[in-house]
């Protein structure tokens, strides 16, 4: 059985930084890309970033490059969304994704097959 688990959401004020963690079981991580989504009260899902089985990251937002940084650990079976100088506009669910494929899909929700809970992350003071 497949499982993804993400962490590392909370309250945090503007400027801040958070460590988001998906841990992943079920699945061969090197074979897999995985990926950042979140989700905004009214909006719809959007794809964040996408490390691929060599660890080749892609940032889909162009909000997050130079703020965000994906990596995995594949001994620990787990993928990082380190988000420093966070904004009120990063508010949001953040869900990890998986897909079998060793480069990174499109942001399209559809284009990925497994998908975990969800964190909530929100910024304010």
């Known amino acids: 059985q497949v499982q993804l688990v993400e962490s590392g959401g909370g309250l945090v004020q503007p400027g801040g930084s958070l460590r988001l963690s998906c841990v992943v079981s079920?699945?061969?991580?090197?074979?897999?890309?995985i990926g950042w989504f979140r989700q905004a009260p009214g909006k719809e899902r959007e794809g964040v970033s996408c490390?691929?089985?060599?660890?080749?990251?892609?940032y889909f937002t162009d909000s997050v490059p130079g703020r965000f940084t994906i990596s995995r650990d594949n001994s620990k079976n787990t993928v990082y969304l380190q988000m420093n100088s966070l904004k009120p506009e990063d508010t949001a669910v953040y869900y990890c994704?998986?897909?079998?494929?060793?480069?990174?899909?499109?942001?399209?929700?559809?284009?990925?097959?497994?998908w975990g809970q969800g964190t909530q992350v929100t910024v304010s003071a």
């Open positions: 079920g699945l061969a991580l090197d074979y897999h890309a």
């Open positions: 994704a998986a897909e079998f494929t060793f480069v990174c899909p499109t942001a399209t929700v559809a284009a990925w097959d497994y």
């Open positions: 490390v691929d089985s060599s660890d080749g990251a892609t």
